[in-house]
């Protein structure tokens, strides 16, 4: 009787958590530090209604070693020097005191953004640059 009931109890408990278990296997591949464009509101039913979505705003976000780099002279005049290559703004932040450190870089639609990608790539400490994209509001 009682392998009857574990049965019945394990289909049930499939029909239960099969969801929160496909969530987390979407959730893997989620990047929190890509923010979703103008495609994912499309896709999750934002875009209904004859409304025309605002053009996307692409920036570059760079992984610093160390928040201790956003004093270090090298760094801060490589920031400023990408002012040179079409930069219209940077910012450094740090996500919480222990957490990666990120600079920022927004640049102009006429940029040549492989010449500044190498740029942002060639200041010291930087990890990782990534081009990531958001929606202007």
Do not use: H
């Amino acid at each position: 009787m009682l392998l009857g009931w574990s049965l019945v109890a394990a289909v049930l408990g499939i029909i239960f958590f099969l969801p929160a278990a496909v969530l987390l296997l979407i959730a893997a591949f989620a990047d929190s530090g890509n923010r979703p464009g103008a495609w994912v509101v499309l896709g999750g039913g934002g875009g209904g209604g004859g409304d025309t979505l605002p053009p996307p705003n692409t920036f570059y976000r760079a992984t610093v070693d160390s928040p201790n780099r956003f004093s270090d002279a090298k760094f801060t005049g490589g920031v400023q020097k990408l002012k040179e290559y079409e930069a219209t703004y940077t910012y450094t932040y740090t996500m919480n005191w222990r957490g990666p450190s990120y600079l920022t870089v927004d640049y102009r639609a006429a940029a040549s953004t492989s010449w500044l990608k190498w740029r942002i790539q060639n200041l010291p400490g930087v990890t990782e640059v990534r081009l990531c994209t958001a929606l202007r509001s």
